[in-house]
């Protein structure tokens, strides 16, 4: 019979990182979870939504010849630039095929980081305990000596370390995830995801829906040259907080930083928002995660905190900038 990759394992979110007695911790990254198989010479590259991406990843494709036959695993897709995880390097690999994925591969190479074993060798792993496949994951990692484009994903049971990893989000980690020592490898939420989050100040430029009660703020922050960046977009506003914050917006004079811009509906969309722009005077609090584009805009949608009447858009951290 032939044997299939099976549908990822999913994590719920937890609001603390707290490692419980019999989970492990392993660091989140910052890419694009993929599962890869290797068997008779032919490698399947496979996205969390099942799409195959071996085409656009030749780099991963040409290593699999370190991985003995009828092997698997489950992983992030990942790529370094200047000691920066950089998700950006990864968007377009989709749409790129033969000489021009062949062009990004050797620029921007990707990595492939194993953080769990799905099969060894024709046997199915996914039965064994959490730690069980970690221990064979590490030994294959030993015996094999992989290199590039392998990874090996770190895995701690140990409350310290933890902690330190939880200080590496300027490196782009994005959280942690925790998995039951005792656990087979199942599609549903069986493990625990932490994100590290932290709030920030922005100033709102515009916003989607009616002025008396906005959905979400287009956000923004002042450049070194005294231009208004857009820096990101909240998620929907809580009916209250709305009708809070429209009594603090004016619609936008004759001139605006952001007229004539269009602002997409989300990260890898070619859909654009309606948006009415406002004057650049209010400063909201948010909180973010770690996710950035090269620009340094906020990657994910943020979330509303409160509005900040004392602060002044001359206060606000210049564009790019963390605080």
């Known amino acids: 019979m032939t044997w299939t990759l099976p549908e990822p394992m999913l994590a719920a979110a937890v609001p603390d990182p707290v490692l419980l007695p019999g989970w492990a911790g392993e660091p989140k990254w910052d890419g694009w979870r993929a599962l890869v198989s290797v068997e008779a010479g032919r490698t399947v590259l496979r996205s969390r939504q099942g799409t195959d991406l071996v085409a656009s990843f030749p780099e991963i494709e040409a290593g699999s010849g370190q991985l003995p036959d009828a092997t698997a695993f489950d992983?992030?897709?990942?790529?370094?630039?200047?000691?920066?995880?950089?998700?950006?390097?990864?968007?377009?690999?989709?749409?790129?095929?033969?000489?021009?994925?062949?062009?990004?591969?050797?620029?921007?190479?990707?990595?492939?980081?194993?953080?769990?074993?799905?099969?060894?060798?024709?046997?199915?792993?996914?039965?064994?305990?959490?730690?069980?496949?970690?221990?064979?994951?590490?030994?294959?990692?030993?015996?094999?000596?992989?290199?590039?484009?392998?990874?090996?994903?770190?895995?701690?049971?140990?409350?310290?370390?933890?902690?330190?990893?939880?200080?590496?989000?300027?490196?782009?980690?994005?959280?942690?995830?925790?998995?039951?020592?005792?656990?087979?490898?199942?599609?549903?939420?069986?493990?625990?995801?932490?994100?590290?989050?932290?709030?920030?100040?922005?100033?709102v430029g515009a916003v989607t829906g009616p002025l008396t009660g906005p959905r979400t703020l287009l956000l923004g922050r002042y450049d070194q040259g005294g231009r208004l960046q857009y820096t990101g977009r909240t998620t929907a506003l809580p009916q209250a907080a709305g009708r809070a914050v429209a009594g603090r917006l004016a619609p936008a004079a004759d001139e605006h930083p952001w007229t004539g811009w269009t602002f997409s509906a989300g990260w890898g969309t070619k859909d654009t928002l309606t948006v009415t722009l406002v004057r650049p005077e209010l400063v909201v609090e948010v909180g973010v995660d770690v996710a950035r584009d090269s620009a340094g805009r906020w990657r994910h949608p943020v979330r509303w905190y409160r509005a900040r009447p004392d602060l002044s858009p001359g206060d606000i951290a210049h564009f790019g900038n963390s605080a």
């Open 75 to 203: 992983g992030e897709l990942i790529v370094w630039e200047s000691g920066r995880l950089a998700f950006e390097r990864l968007q377009g690999r989709l749409q790129r095929r033969g000489a021009h994925a062949a062009r990004l591969a050797a620029e921007w190479p990707a990595h492939f980081v194993a953080f769990d074993l799905l099969r060894l060798e024709g046997i199915d792993t996914t039965r064994w305990p959490y730690r069980r496949r970690r221990a064979a994951l590490e030994d294959l990692f030993t015996e094999r000596t992989l290199t590039a484009p392998w990874a090996l994903c770190p895995s701690t049971t140990d409350a310290d370390t933890i902690d330190e990893w939880l200080t590496w989000s300027a490196v782009g980690l994005e959280g942690i995830v925790f998995k039951r020592l005792d656990s087979r490898y199942e599609p549903v939420r069986g493990w625990r995801k932490y994100k590290v989050r932290e709030t920030q100040e922005a100033i």
